[in-house]
């Protein structure tokens, strides 16, 4: 039997700590394939958090692939297949497998953007703002933004109101989130690059509200195109301090 979870520290998102206490528990093979996790109940009265809360978490690592629900016998962890890319603090990638995976980001988050222009309603720019802001709150508290930078690119997919987009971002975020770890890390250093991303997400959001989805996709790419830039501009005592490889052949099955 595998040891209780620990209750979770309270702040934003909180099914997406969740998600990550689990999912990482799943990948240190302390929960092996074929273990059936706590019922909903017990997880609720271990993390200390809601069923919707355990719920969210639990979707989350479904849609990542790492457990499935059985019909009557509960929620069992998968076998966990390949991955080409691993972006855990205790792993060393190259520098340029952090560009790859914004390049990804840049395919995916321009018609993103662009669909969010054209669907959006004011609920959902609404949410768009109070990312932001959670954003904001939490660099000027000393965090370093990435759970908010992903949670404001997300509430901008909510709006494109297209679940395979949103599918595929989940799946992707187990890699996307240690990208974005790495490139807001970077981007913390200097604060011309600080000042360039908040001005950047200002943009994409005015012209998603705005409806311009020829703009939306414009300044998406261009984000994304510049985060790419701030990584190749990244000092060397940077990738030091970080652990990553300014240079790699071949990273995780991934060619350089």
Known sequence: MSAPFKPITPGAYLSDQ??????????????????????EAVLVDQ???????????????KSLGLVESRQGSGVFV?????SPLNFDAKSTVSKQAVIQMVEVRRALEAEVAALAAQRRTKVDIKHIHKSIADLEKAVLAGGDGVNEDVQFHRAIADAARNPFLIGTLEYLGQF???ATRV???????????ARQVREEHAVIVKAIEAGDAEAARKVATLHMNNAIARIEHADPAFWQQTGVQLASPLVHGLPA
């Not at 919707?52 to 690592?61: D, G, H, M």
């Not at 998968?78 to 390949?82: N, R, W």
């Not at 490139?183 to 690059?193: G, V």
Request: hydrophobic share 45%.
């Open 78 to 82: 998968k076998e966990i297949g390949f």
């Open 183 to 193: 490139t807001r890390a970077n981007e913390a250093r200097r604060t011309d690059f």
């Open 18 to 39: 969740v998600a990550d206490v689990m999912a990482a528990k799943i990948r240190a093979g302390r929960l092996a394939a074929g273990d059936k996790l706590p019922t």
């Open 47 to 61: 993390f200390s958090v809601s069923r919707t809360v355990v719920r969210e978490a639990l979707s989350r690592l």
């Open 176 to 178: 996307l989130r240690g």
